[in-house]
């Protein structure tokens, strides 16, 4: 594969997300009956499919108003935050990418970051909260360590997927302190965070895009 991603490129590195949500929708949701209304999982499977809508429907060639036309998608999803906070991610991603024609690691890395601080805009969580952010921040940060220590680009994407599911498996001991889980006390105790474990989907399926590009 090509060590930069095109706008062909970009779409189907998104489009591996959406074959892992699909493929993993139901443990979503089951982890979610420990905290949540148990329709996590449904909830990202619709945003997922929403996504692929609009990457299906988009006939740009720019991959800004790519991620611009999926954010909006993403983001309309209904099913509590789970739209408004990835829409605002991929949203982040779209402005992060004005004006770029290719993506190459730094590149990545510099999209990711716009991605989260945007989401973080919606949200107070912060790490150790038993959020997405459990996942996202550590995914974020290893793609720039991996991006500054000039690793190819499907590798800097695998250091994200590790480091996302990493920071989804340790949500397993924490107590959440925010939203509906909150009120569910010790019972999230042991389980992880439906949300930091979508986010760690997300950048696995990045990682078989990418791979898939031919």
Same mark, same amino acid.
């Given at each position: 594969?090509?060590?930069?991603?095109?706008?062909? /490129?970009?779409?189907? !590195?998104? &489009?591996?997300?959406?074959?892992?949500?699909?493929?993993?929708?139901?443990?979503?949701? +089951?982890?979610? @009956?420990?905290?949540?209304?148990?329709?996590?999982?449904?909830? %990202?499977?619709?945003? !997922? #499919?929403?996504?692929?809508?609009?990457?299906?429907? @988009?006939?740009?060639?720019? %991959?800004?108003?790519?991620? /611009? #036309?999926?954010?909006?998608?993403?983001?309309? $999803?209904?099913?509590?935050?789970?739209?408004?906070?990835?829409? @605002?991610?991929? !949203?982040? %991603?779209?402005?992060?990418?004005?004006?770029?024609?290719?993506?190459?690691?730094?590149? &990545?890395?510099?999209?990711?970051?716009? /991605?989260?601080?945007? &989401?973080?805009?919606? $949200?107070?969580?912060?790490?150790?909260?038993? $959020?997405?952010?459990?996942? &996202?921040?550590?995914?974020?940060?290893?793609?720039?360590?991996?991006?500054? #220590?000039?690793?190819?680009?499907?590798?800097?994407? +695998?250091?994200?997927?590790?480091?996302?599911?990493?920071?989804?498996?340790? $949500?397993?001991?924490?107590?959440?302190?925010?939203?509906?889980?909150?009120?569910?006390?010790?019972?999230?105790?042991?389980? +992880?965070?439906?949300?930091?474990?979508?986010?760690?989907?997300?950048?696995?399926?990045?990682?078989?895009?990418?791979?898939?590009? /031919?």
């Amino acid at each position: 594969m090509t060590d930069t991603l095109d706008c062909q /490129g970009l779409a189907r !590195m998104l &489009l591996g997300a959406v074959e892992q949500i699909r493929a993993n929708h139901k443990r979503l949701s +089951e982890l979610d @009956s420990y905290g949540g209304d148990g329709d996590h999982g449904t909830t %990202m499977l619709r945003a !997922m #499919e929403n996504l692929k809508k609009a990457v299906d429907a @988009s006939s740009s060639d720019r %991959m800004d108003t790519l991620l /611009g #036309e999926i954010a909006w998608a993403v983001m309309g $999803t209904d099913g509590g935050a789970t739209g408004p906070l990835f829409g @605002s991610f991929f !949203m982040g %991603m779209s402005e992060g990418a004005a004006d770029k024609e290719s993506l190459d690691a730094a590149a &990545l890395a510099e999209i990711f970051k716009a /991605g989260l601080d945007s &989401l973080c805009k919606q $949200t107070k969580a912060q790490v150790g909260d038993k $959020t997405v952010v459990d996942a &996202l921040v550590p995914a974020v940060q290893a793609t720039r360590q991996a991006a500054d #220590e000039g690793l190819a680009l499907a590798v800097v994407l +695998e250091r994200a997927a590790q480091a996302a599911g990493a920071g989804a498996l340790s $949500t397993k001991d924490l107590q959440p302190r925010l939203g509906r889980a909150k009120n569910a006390g010790q019972q999230s105790l042991g389980h +992880e965070d439906p949300g930091a474990v979508s986010v760690s989907l997300i950048f696995k399926g990045f990682v078989e895009g990418v791979q898939n590009d /031919g």
